[in-house]
């Protein structure tokens, strides 16, 4: 009896026969690999590292708390107690503006010529 799982226990263990499939050829595995490595670099690419991210929707935030809050007192007085609020969620709100353009324009480089065809060629059936 073939072992299709591949657990042997006990008196299994000395005569366990595993369940083998087909593996793929050489030719074929290397150019798998080779689709496999480019489009996890085209992927790689096209998102912004994970602490821009973070730091993106930190400023995101921090913009949309002081704003809130200006809103909610009112400018002249806001501008009259805490004036430096609105130079940071200025800032805050310019910053996270730019790293939304940056990870828009990085999304664009997944859709490369490049990366279409490996999709295409990916896509077709091995011969």
Not at 17 to 41: E, G, M, P, V
Request: hydrophobic fraction near 50%; include cysteine; charge should be neutral.
């Amino acid at each position: 009896m073939k072992n299709i799982f591949g657990i042997c226990e006990g008196a299994q263990s000395q005569t366990c026969d595993l369940f083998r499939i087909r593996s793929l050829d050489s030719d074929t595995q290397a150019k798998k690999d080779r689709h496999f490595n480019a489009l996890s670099a085209a992927e790689k690419k096209s998102f912004l590292p994970i602490w821009l991210i973070i730091v993106k929707w930190v400023t995101f935030a921090l913009f949309a708390i002081i704003a809130l809050n200006i809103l909610a007192v009112g400018f002249p007085t806001a501008w009259k107690n805490a004036p430096a609020l609105f130079f940071i969620g200025a800032g805050c709100g310019i910053l996270a503006l730019i790293l939304y353009l940056c990870e828009k324009k990085n999304g664009k480089n997944a859709e490369t010529p490049e990366v279409q065809t490996l999709l295409q060629e990916a896509e077709q059936p091995a011969d």
